[in-house]
């Protein structure tokens, strides 16, 4: 597994996030590769969820949040002023740390992302494609129009990632999709990342390190410095960094030293 | 061991005794407040019941024996008129025949127009639903004492003909269908007018508005807005919709007026001012409420503010908007010192038929019963007070149904 065989699909060159005043992360640099699963991981509050969240604007919601530095996605600046945000997030996916449906039915949840965005083909197969894809479609096939809440977490977090798959995205952000599940509906989304991995680039942030571990091809160990912004310390593949991390500090961090 | 278990029983009964007697005081003293409340709507009810039901001592003009052998309800259209022909002179009939044809008019309708044009019954004496039931006897007495030629009759002041019958001004006779369709076209017109207005403000305020001074002085001004008198807002209504909004307010610029201003838009333009702010705060309440993971999602699927909006946030607030503008329209419903400011009649017999008609509304016609001297509008105001109680309830579980419908798509 090397990465010179991958073109970068998500450039980011000297990314600083700013909520108001505070610096909440400090001159990151990182490249993203093609069809790898990125984990991000690091202690509370370093910032890792804020730029997983730089990756498709979803920041532009927070009031006072505001950046410096360009994220190129196939080498154009998302962050230019002739980008529209919301064609970003249709090709930059995104799954969230709660599983979050929409209090409507399972085949609805899957078809209102698709219908919004334009998607004119056969709307029953486009769910039974993304359910299988997203290794839901046994459980739920008799029961589509069943209220999506009344699925199980790890249920309902399949059911968000199906969504997100529905929209056709070339990305799929994961912002600590696990951290809500037991071990079993995890292990199960791990796998799943694993399958997706072949048509889609995965990043994912997670405090759980065995997962980064287990799950990961490319690991980045985010830390905070003294001003309390997050910083990037290293970058690798996830054999690499678990090891034999180059830095110190992540050296401290994996071996449980610290965070 | 021994010791410590000493120890710990010493402690064990605390302050218990004072904490329960203190918890037993604030108890009793929340059942109280419970209490209190409870037993005012229950004396409520029962002193307008007590007034919208009794006997009454009621002498005919005409006996009804006397124009047929048979009761009226029972005879045909044309004894009827027969009946009416015979028994009134011929200018008054011709007078009834201009105002409505008798050819065309229903059974019910003649039975009507003959009871109120020969036999003219008149209430000479009417009691509240309590001595009615304890003490007939003393009822029946006082007929026979005082009113030989009379009748004592159960009467129930609310009854069908009471509900369809237009205004008049003979307590017998009198119906409120005139101030009953009154208060539903105000009601309707203020909620078309309201309802939108106010939930698109609400939107603005909570989706689209930064958090700057402007905003956050807007904000307090529409929650002082909800506590403000409401003559104030009838003073306002007065200044704009009645007076200066005249072409408009009185159907002049489309050729009708009738009115000079004083109509049902006028009375629903100022009633949608009176509760916008309290359709905008609960609706800003309500979309407050949405969890943000919602709208995160939409947002993370590609979708627009706009879609974000209308098809999540709005359905997911929508109970909560609803049970707002219940409580708005309660209070519309209820309003009278606004309407008296903006012209509403004290006595109109005549039908509303659109937005530019003259009106008058249940609150303003029980107000004007219960100041008359004859006792009898009493017993008018207190049937009265109940259709618009029933009114009320039924509007409140309408938009119930119509809340819970939505409810249960989100939790179903």
């Given at each position: 597994?090397?990465?010179?065989?991958?073109?970068?699909?998500?450039?980011?060159?000297?990314?600083?996030?700013?909520?108001?005043?505070?610096?909440?992360?400090?001159?990151?640099?990182?490249?993203?590769?093609?069809?790898?699963?990125?984990?991000?991981?690091?202690?509370?509050?370093?910032?890792?969820?804020?730029?997983?969240?730089?990756?498709?604007?979803?920041?532009?919601?927070?009031?006072?949040?505001?950046?410096?530095?360009?994220?190129?996605?196939?080498?154009?600046?998302?962050?230019?002023?002739?980008?529209?945000?919301?064609?970003?997030?249709?090709?930059?996916?995104?799954?969230?740390?709660?599983?979050?449906?929409?209090?409507?039915?399972?085949?609805?949840?899957?078809?209102?992302?698709?219908?919004?965005?334009?998607?004119?083909?056969?709307?029953?197969?486009?769910?039974?494609?993304?359910?299988?894809?997203?290794?839901?479609?046994?459980?739920?096939?008799?029961?589509?129009?069943?209220?999506?809440?009344?699925?199980?977490?790890?249920?309902?977090?399949?059911?968000?990632?199906?969504?997100?798959?529905?929209?056709?995205?070339?990305?799929?952000?994961?912002?600590?999709?696990?951290?809500?599940?037991?071990?079993?509906?995890?292990?199960?989304?791990?796998?799943?990342?694993?399958?997706?991995?072949?048509?889609?680039?995965?990043?994912?942030?997670?405090?759980?390190?065995?997962?980064?571990?287990?799950?990961?091809?490319?690991?980045?160990?985010?830390?905070?410095?003294?001003?309390?912004?997050?910083?990037?310390?290293?970058?690798?593949?996830?054999?690499?960094?678990?090891?034999?991390?180059?830095?110190?500090?992540?050296?401290?961090?994996?071996?449980?030293?610290?965070? | 061991?021994?010791?410590?278990?000493?120890?710990?029983?010493?402690?064990?009964?605390?302050?218990?005794?004072?904490?329960?007697?203190?918890?037993?005081?604030?108890?009793?003293?929340?059942?109280?407040?419970?209490?209190?409340?409870?037993?005012?709507?229950?004396?409520?009810?029962?002193?307008?019941?007590?007034?919208?039901f009794g006997y009454v001592i009621v002498e005919n003009n005409v006996d009804p024996a006397s124009l047929?052998?048979?009761p009226l309800?029972?005879?045909?259209?044309?004894?009827?008129?027969?009946?009416?022909?015979?028994?009134?002179?011929?200018?008054?009939?011709?007078?009834?025949?201009?105002?409505?044809?008798?050819?065309?008019?229903?059974?019910?309708?003649?039975?009507?127009?003959v009871t109120s044009e020969i036999i003219k019954p008149t209430t000479l004496k009417s009691y509240f639903l309590?001595p009615s039931?304890?003490n007939k006897a003393e009822i029946i007495r006082t007929q026979q004492d005082e009113f030989p030629n009379a009748v004592v009759q159960f009467r129930s002041w609310?009854?069908?003909?009471?509900?369809?019958?237009?205004?008049?001004?003979n307590p017998d006779t009198t119906?409120?269908?005139?101030?009953?369709?009154?208060?539903?076209?105000?009601?309707?017109?203020?909620?078309?007018?309201?309802?939108?207005?106010?939930?698109?403000?609400?939107?603005?305020?909570?989706?689209?508005?930064?958090?700057?001074?402007?905003?956050?002085?807007?904000?307090?001004?529409?929650?002082?807005?909800?506590?403000?008198?409401?003559?104030?807002?009838?003073?306002?209504?007065?200044?704009?919709?009645?007076?200066?909004?005249?072409?408009?307010?009185?159907?002049?610029?489309?050729?009708?007026?009738?009115?000079?201003?004083?109509?049902?838009?006028?009375?629903?333009?100022?009633?949608?001012?009176?509760?916008?702010?309290?359709?905008?705060?609960?609706?800003?309440?309500?979309?407050?409420?949405?969890?943000?993971?919602?709208?995160?999602?939409?947002?993370?699927?590609?979708?627009?503010?706009?879609?974000?909006?209308?098809?999540?946030?709005?359905?997911?607030?929508?109970?909560?908007?609803?049970?707002?503008?219940?409580?708005?329209?309660?209070?519309?419903?209820?309003?009278?010192?606004?309407?008296?400011?903006?012209?509403?009649?004290?006595?109109?017999?005549?039908?509303?038929?659109?937005?530019?008609?003259?009106?008058?509304?249940?609150?303003?016609?029980?107000?004007?019963?219960?100041?008359?001297?004859q006792a009898e509008f009493r017993n008018v105001?207190?049937?009265?007070?109940?259709?618009?109680?029933?009114?009320?309830?039924?509007?409140?579980?309408?938009?119930?149904?119509?809340?819970?419908?939505?409810?249960?798509?989100?939790?179903?």
């Open positions: 597994m090397t990465e010179n065989k991958n073109q970068p699909i998500i450039t980011v060159k000297d990314l600083s996030i700013f909520y108001k005043t505070f610096r909440a992360v400090k001159n990151v640099d990182l490249e993203i590769f093609e069809n790898k699963i990125t984990a991000i991981i690091g202690p509370s509050g370093c910032g890792k969820s804020t730029v997983l969240r730089s990756f498709n604007r979803m920041n532009d919601f927070i009031p006072g949040a505001s950046i410096q530095g360009n994220i190129l996605f196939h080498d154009k600046n998302i962050y230019d002023e002739d980008v529209d945000p919301v064609q970003v997030r249709r090709m930059i996916g995104m799954v969230f740390q709660k599983p979050n449906p929409f209090p409507k039915s399972i085949y609805e949840n899957i078809a209102w992302g698709a219908k919004m965005n334009g998607f004119s083909g056969n709307m029953d197969d486009l769910v039974e494609k993304t359910l299988q894809d997203a290794a839901l479609w046994d459980e739920v096939k008799d029961e589509l129009n069943k209220n999506a809440l009344s699925l199980s977490g790890g249920q309902q977090q399949r059911l968000c990632i199906a969504r997100a798959l529905a929209v056709k995205p070339e990305i799929i952000l994961m912002d600590e999709p696990c951290s809500a599940l037991d071990p079993i509906a995890t292990l199960k989304i791990e796998d799943l990342m694993r399958e997706l991995s072949h048509n889609y680039s995965i990043i994912i942030v997670t405090h759980n390190m065995q997962q980064a571990a287990r799950a990961s091809d490319m690991t980045a160990f985010f830390t905070m410095d003294e001003d309390r912004a997050g910083v990037m310390v290293e970058y690798g593949l996830t054999t690499q960094i678990f090891t034999n991390p180059k830095n110190k500090q992540t050296e401290d961090y994996i071996t449980g030293r610290f965070g | 061991m021994n010791k410590n278990n000493s120890i710990f029983e010493s402690r064990a009964q605390g302050n218990l005794k004072k904490r329960h007697r203190v918890s037993k005081i604030w108890r009793s003293s929340f059942f109280l407040s419970t209490t209190i409340g409870i037993f005012s709507l229950v004396i409520l009810l029962f002193s307008i019941i007590n007034q919208a047929s052998s048979m309800q029972s005879l045909e259209r044309e004894e009827l008129i027969s009946i009416l022909q015979e028994n009134v002179s011929k200018n008054r009939f011709k007078t009834i025949q201009r105002d409505n044809p008798v050819e065309e008019l229903k059974r019910s309708e003649l039975v009507g127009l309590i039931l304890t609310i009854s069908p003909s009471f509900l369809t019958d237009p205004l008049s001004t119906g409120i269908r005139t101030a009953l369709l009154g208060s539903l076209w105000i009601i309707v017109v203020t909620v078309i007018i309201a309802f939108p207005i106010g939930i698109g403000a609400a939107i603005y305020l909570e989706e689209y508005s930064s958090n700057n001074w402007l905003s956050r002085i807007i904000k307090t001004n529409i929650d002082n807005l909800a506590g403000i008198p409401s003559i104030v807002y009838g003073l306002l209504g007065l200044a704009i919709f009645v007076r200066g909004l005249n072409l408009i307010t009185s159907g002049a610029f489309i050729g009708i007026d009738q009115s000079n201003g004083r109509t049902i838009l006028s009375a629903a333009l100022t009633m949608s001012l009176l509760i916008l702010p309290l359709i905008i705060i609960n609706a800003q309440e309500a979309i407050r409420a949405v969890p943000s993971s919602l709208r995160q999602a939409s947002y993370g699927l590609g979708a627009t503010r706009l879609q974000t909006i209308w098809y999540h946030v709005l359905p997911a607030a929508m109970p909560g908007i609803l049970t707002g503008t219940i409580l708005a329209v309660s209070r519309a419903i209820g309003e009278t010192a606004p309407l008296i400011l903006v012209g509403a009649s004290s006595f109109i017999n005549k039908d509303p038929s659109g937005l530019f008609s003259n009106f008058t509304v249940l609150p303003i016609q029980i107000y004007n019963w219960t100041t008359r001297p105001a207190a049937a009265s007070i109940l259709v618009l109680l029933i009114v009320l309830l039924t509007l409140n579980t309408a938009a119930i149904l119509l809340r819970n419908h939505f409810s249960k798509n989100k939790a179903a």
